[in-house]
């Protein structure tokens, strides 16, 4: 049975976005192509030239690229506006930037961006963070990266949407296989199978199977995806049910200090750092078409996600003590204990360069491990429920006789959270790893001020979201194209602290409430066919997240994420955005788009400093700004296609601050290397953000066979995280390296021969020239000497303070990396 369109009318239906719904020209080919509200529902959407915003997309083969392990990859490759922050150092676990807004893994990172997979929110309910390594590859049909605070996107659309559909057995029908083997051991083996008949059913299901041990020391990681598509189809419905299995166990040892990388690149601060990712989800969605001018389309989703973290870290509650010589006392216990070995008197740094005995000792003791213990394994597990459903219709009829395009929605969306958390001293060993001790962060022991040492969380949550939303498009004289949209949210967020119950001070228990209406609207217009104009504003905003909400209270600082406090109310995070620019093509076969944006944060939010504890909390932070140019171009020219994205971004603070400044140089500190702040001014730079991106691609078609392709990416360094005054300065003693990541330009080459229609090999070279480079940094005090032992007490005490050595801590990215491949397809 052929496949039945739906009504040609409905081609012209919008996805539901501010500017109105999006759908690029090239995706049109694909034939399904679905409505984006809410979620991403099922429909048709708009020429480009009708939508007011730089909207980016790409198509499943540009994800099979050799170039693309996963869909990060293919969006820093590729996309402009887009870069990475390897703060994890694992290739499924980046920081995704657009724009200086993040979608990230790690809670407490402030997310800006929202991202569905047809129609269901991957954005998670606890601390809205995205797990890139459950959303397979494979599966990709199309990608659409949204530009703006969108508000028919719903809540965390800040700086953008990245909006996903998979495959089904009409677009994607016949099977392929694909393995790869590489460097550092990766191998993976790919499958996926799709297809229909003529009563209307379609099926595809892909997976996955991912194993690398990683470039530097004990990085392992597995991933494991599947990805299973059945619908039925006819003339006017659409009905398909999927469902998505993973289990991945990641490896990301994070940050190194500086002098260490330079002495080893592949080598580790500290080890392991294990995430495990377990995930179940089920959608359920569907399409009809009332009649020609009429269309329904929703969804239902569940989805479970267990996740968990294991992480050997430095104590640097040690760093300031005398963790060396056993006394006498410690030496008594240790013997009757029956070890042997420990020294008398005498140690010292120099000649003990991982000290332990003292930890042990008390340990037996029971009197101070938290501050002779060097080490600390830190556990977390998250067990998340979320589910919801949305519904939607969309009417093509006209309006005062000019074509009209009116989308209308509402989604309910929830969930269930538990975290736990807690803490295990230990000491650290000569090849970075912690040996745990039979001693917990559990409030058994009080620090200097009295007050307990307690890491422990065991927090649940639960969140409901209602929404309604509506978009207008209205078409005048045909080359006009006004859109209006507005999206109204209510979120209740309640939490219940399982370990300190009622609500008193320290406890997390609480009970909020967010609601907010957010408008836009844009205007295209297109003079010619060769021209397109357009601009646009829009609102967006976010809600406070459990993590923030669980440490925002001055009389009871956290250093998160180890610990959370009581929390005074937290405002909403609102995002305006202005957008204008100008696109076009120059003959058949070039594109080009230039264009300014500017985003401005109202009331975001930021980890604050406390003067007396030296730890924080999360508040409202006055403004911040986002804004600058982007520039594209793409053309043919035979057998021969290129493109160059360039962007100018300039992201800064706009209010005044004072955030903890420990590791920086111009601290308030009353003597170097002591505990301070720093201030920060209207104008400074915000941390991790670069000034500059530059990316090319090229590809050769050389005959029927063979094909090449070259990619190019540069990046301008950014400040460190702790230095978000731009002041810090290194002096050699207390202070290491510059508080900056340096910039830096990295190529890639990659190779394809097709030997028949089934047949394929390919080979991948990623930073061909084996440049060392850094995608990140953070101030931080070091445990670590130039030689690598460790070193506590580097210097000697100031008013009863031991002074510590900061250093800029870096994520390095990858060196040069190779793979081959083989790809056979059936019935394609």
Known sequence: MKRQNLPRTTLALALATAFGPVVAAPLLE????????????????????????NVQTAKSRDLEDAANLNLPDLMIRRLGSVFINEVQNNPFQPDVNYRGFTASPLLGTPQGL??????????????????????????????????????VFGLNTLGGALALQTKDGYSHPGAAIQATYGSYQRRSVEFEIGGHNDKGLHWFTTGNLFRENG????????????????????????????LAVAGNKLTGNGLQE?????????????????????????????????????????????RKIRSTTYNGDINEDALDQSVYQPSAAERTALAKAGYSGFPSSGATAANTPFPYWR???????????????????????????????????????????????FTAGGGYDASRVRFSQSAQFGYLNADRSITPVNFYADGSELDDNGNPIDSRVDLRGRSRTWSVYATDTLTMAEIWHLTLSGRYNETRIDNRDQLNPGGGSGSLDGDHRFSRFNPAIGLSVTPSRALNVYAAYNEGSRTPTTIELGCADPANPCKLPNAMAGDPPLKQ????????????????????????????????????ADNQAGYGYFKNFGKTRRQGIELGLDSSLGDFDWGVNYTYLDATFQSAETVNGAANSSSDASSKGLDGNIAIRPGDR????????FKAHAAWR????????????????????????????????????????????????????????????????????????STAAQLGATGFGAGGNFVARPFAAVGGEYPLVSSTFLAPGAPRTGWVGVRYEFGK
């Open 573 to 608: 995070v609102v995002t305006k955005t202005w957008e204008a620019g100008l696109r076009g093509v120059l003959g058949a076969k070039t594109q080009w788009n230039a264009g300014l944006f500017r985003a401005e944060n109202q009331d975001d939010i930021l980890f604050v």
């Open 702 to 773: 050389i005959n029927g066979a063979w094909s090449l392709g070259l990619g190019m990416q540069a990046v301008s360094g950014s400040f460190a995280r702790g230095n978000e005054n731009n002041q810090h300065q290194a002096d050699g003693t207390y202070y290491l390296g510059s508080g900056k990541s340096g910039g830096y330009a990295i190529f890639d080459l990659g190779a394809k021969y097709r030997a028949n229609r089934q047949l394929s090999f390919f080979a991948q070279i990623n930073n061909l020239f084996d440049r060392e480079y």
């Open 258 to 302: 500086q002098r260490l990388l330079g002495s080893d690149y592949s080598s580790v601060y500290t080890k392991p750092d294990e995430t495990r990712n377990n995930a179940f989800s089920l959608n359920l969605a569907g399409k009809h078409s009332v009649s020609d001018d009429l269309l329904l389309s929703g969804n239902a989703y569940y």
């Open 215 to 242: 470039w530097r020391d004990d990085s392992p990681s597995d991933v494991r995806q599947w990805f299973g598509k059945l619908g039925w189809m006819d003339a006017k419905t659409d009905l398909s049910l999927s």
């Open 30 to 53: 694909m034939e399904k192509v679905e409505v984006i509200g809410t979620t991403p529902l099922p429909g048709v959407g708009l020429a480009r030239e009708q939508i007011a915003g």
């Open 359 to 405: 930890c042990i000792a008390n340990v037996l003791l029971a009197d101070e491990p938290a501050e002779k213990c060097n080490g600390l394994i830190n556990r977390t597990e998250t067990r998340q429920e979320n589910y919801g459903l949305s519904g939607q219709f969309s009417y093509f009829g006209k309006l005062a006789g000019m074509k009209n395009q």
């Open 686 to 693: 915000m941390p991790l953000i670069p000034k500059h991106l």
């Open 114 to 151: 929202s991202v569905y997979l047809d129609g269901v929110r991957q954005n998670q309910p606890f601390g809205d963070v995205v797990s890139w390594d459950l959303i397979p590859r494979s599966a990709i049909a199309s990608l659409s990266l949204m530009p703006g605070s969108n508000p």
